[in-house]
Each structure stands twice: as C-alpha cells, then as structure tokens.
C-alpha cells in the first residue's frame, strides 16, 4: 500500500478530507506521518485524532532551511514514506528536497494554475476581477505553483466576495479533487509528460 507523509502548517482540513476518504474507501493509501512546522495546530490534533503518528519540526528551532529539511526528510524516510502530500504547508522547498521525492510530491494551490501562484491567491483573484477561480492540484516542481498539473475545479467568483467567502468554496472543491488526485497517483494512472500529466485508463 502506498504511504503518505502530509506536510501541514495551519488548520489540517485537506488532510482531513484524505483521512475521510481513507476511511470511505475512496482512497487506497495509507498515512504514515503528518509533519507540521510550526507547534499546536489544529492538523496535529485531527492526526492525533485519527491516531496518525504525527510530529511538529519547528522551523523557528533550526539555523538554516537546509537543517530543517534534512529533519523533515529524514522523518519521512523513517516513515517509509512513498508520496508526499503538501497540505496547506507553507514552506517553499528547496531544489535539493524536490530532488529527494522528484515527481512524487504533491500540492494543492487554491487558484487556476497558472494563474494567481503563491501566498495570496484568494486576495489576488478578487483585486484582478476575473470571474472563474478555482483550485489546482500539481505536482512539485523547483518552482512556486509551477510543476505539471493532474486537475483542477472551478468555482464561480461572485461579485460580492470577500477573501473568506470566496476561500470557503475553493475550500469544498480542495477537498473533493485532492483525494481523487492521490487516488490517481495509487491507481498508477499518472504519467507526466513534459509539462502535461496525462490520466492513463
């Protein structure tokens, strides 16, 4: 069975969303390690809750980006971890870390991809004005928000949201495609294909 290892760094509700549909039988995976960075969030209580072995690496408490990443990949490795899922983990990772798990880690963004990359996407969909926004779920690259797409969702952008109402329902589409995507990814159904990611039968 494969293994995931989730990077979190806030609220954990994509990783709910996959700790729900292990347990629907909609996702054939297995959670071997939820990593936070940062102590007493909320996706260190639903891993303890789910009793997924869990750790916070906190950042604040290592010297460089390079020590903390050996911390995070080392916890990973020991964990047998074959995919790795970044769930509202906000961190850039290094070429060097990428490299470790190339091809095999995974990101959701909550915009169109490539449209609206990086920390501000909500914010940056509504000043811009465009009418469909949505979420995007790819796989890491070295890059911000740039690796090969496996899919997206759209969602209608309403001419009176605000940041949060527009971030609820992105939110309800994360948590039905992330899912889908890692069960592709199970499934070996993922073949990535110079810039595509082609969906095999």
């Known amino acids: 069975m494969i293994k995931l290892g989730v990077l979190c760094s806030g609220r954990g509700t994509d990783l709910q969303s996959i700790i729900d549909a292990i347990a629907d039988g909609k996702l054939n995976a297995e959670i071997a390690v939820v990593l936070t960075d940062k102590p007493n969030v909320m996706a260190l209580e639903r891993a303890q809750k789910a009793q997924i072995k869990n750790l916070c690496i906190d950042r604040k408490k290592f010297d460089s980006k390079a020590d903390f990443e050996t911390a995070l990949l080392n916890e990973l490795k020991a964990a047998g971890v074959d995919l790795v899922i970044l769930a509202g983990f906000m961190r850039i990772l290094s070429p060097s870390f990428v490299h470790e798990y190339k091809e095999r880690i995974m990101n959701i963004h909550p915009s169109l991809l490539p449209s ?86």
Request: charged letters at 25%; hydrophobic letters at 40%.
């Open 116 to 201: 609206f990359p990086g920390a501000h996407a909500h914010r940056d969909v509504l000043a811009y004005g465009v009418k469909i926004s949505g979420c995007t779920v790819h796989f890491v690259d070295e890059g911000t928000d740039s690796g090969p797409i496996i899919m997206q969702a759209a969602v209608e952008v309403k001419d009176d949201d605000t940041e949060e109402t527009l971030a609820a329902r992105v939110l309800e589409q994360e948590h039905i495609i992330y899912p889908k995507a890692i069960q592709l990814y199970v499934e070996g159904k993922l073949e990535i294909v110079g810039r595509k990611v082609i969906s095999t039968p």
